[in-house]
């Protein structure tokens, strides 16, 4: 079950911009952006404790599991690795 983030959707509610999320909780524009579009593998602890800080939400509210596979999960089934 993959993990689904909804940082697009807190950054609306927030009126909040990616960049202006970047620069307050100084972490790079490219890092927030592929945490956003779903392609990270990991988030630290801290990194997840500073966005919330800044959105002023709980980790829950960026994150969810679904039952949708991700697109890494059909490459390897259909491959078969």
Known sequence: MP???S????????????TE???A???TLANLSILKT???KAIRFTT???ICRVLECQPGDL????DEPSDETFATTE???
């Open 79 to 81: 491959t078969g690795k």
């Open 25 to 27: 909780v100084d972490i």
């Open 63 to 66: 994150l969810r599991v679904t």
């Open 3 to 5: 993990v689904a983030v």
């Open 38 to 40: 779903g392609k990270a």
């Open 48 to 50: 997840l404790e500073a």
């Open 21 to 23: 999320l970047s620069e």
């Open 7 to 18: 940082l697009d959707d807190m950054l609306y509610k927030r009126r909040m911009t990616l």
